[in-house]
């Protein structure tokens, strides 16, 4: 099973390394600028929409690699 509070260290790192905002990774992972905020504050959400937001980052950790290589 998917473990939260790594997956949101995930989405945080991920906000870091694009320079942009939580709010914006959220809306980039789950169509909602809210969720990563309501997660982390200890809400949920159903187990298909975080297996979905999961692969949504994992593609766009893959994409920031390829960039940030690209730019070297």
Do not use: H, Q, Y
Not at 43 to 71: F, M, Y
Request: hydrophobic share 40%.
């Amino acid at each position: 099973m998917l473990d939260i509070p790594s997956f949101l260290a995930r989405a945080e790192a991920l906000a870091r390394k694009s320079d942009r905002s939580e709010a914006t990774v959220s809306k980039w992972l789950f169509g909602d600028a809210n969720t990563i905020k309501r997660l982390r504050a200890g809400g949920s959400c159903t187990v298909a929409t975080l297996l979905r937001a999961n692969d949504e980052l994992s593609r766009r950790e893959i994409g920031s690699d390829v960039e940030r290589r690209g730019a070297a």
